[in-house]
């Protein structure tokens, strides 16, 4: 999925993507590929799969609460990341 970014103005960094695997409304569960990886080469450099509760009213609403808690997630395992 990365390599097949269409390449922007920035040629070097991270860059951060969040692959959706599934929104699941049955298990009320979201199930996302957090990937960063080198803008110049396109080589990931981590990809973990993190899952998340849905909450909230609405659609929009409802989704964004799991990718929430996703990125809560994320801040929790950051420092293992970092090394």
């Given at each position: 999925?990365?390599?097949?970014?269409?390449?922007?103005?920035?040629?070097?960094?991270?860059?951060?993507?969040?692959?959706?695997?599934?929104?699941?409304?049955?298990?009320?569960?979201?199930?996302?590929?957090?990937?960063?990886?080198?803008?110049?080469?396109?080589?990931?450099?981590?990809?973990?799969k993190?899952?998340?509760?849905?909450?909230?009213?609405?659609?929009?609403?409802?989704?964004?609460?799991?990718?929430?808690?996703?990125?809560?997630?994320?801040g929790?395992?950051?420092?293992?990341?970092?090394?």
């Amino acid at each position: 999925m990365v390599k097949k970014y269409a390449s922007n103005d920035k040629k070097e960094g991270v860059g951060l993507a969040y692959i959706i695997e599934n929104f699941n409304k049955g298990s009320q569960v979201a199930d996302v590929y957090v990937t960063f990886f080198d803008i110049a080469t396109k080589k990931v450099l981590i990809c973990e799969k993190i899952s998340g509760t849905a909450k909230g009213i609405g659609m929009r609403n409802y989704w964004a609460g799991a990718v929430k808690a996703i990125i809560k997630e994320m801040g929790s395992s950051f420092k293992s990341w970092k090394k």
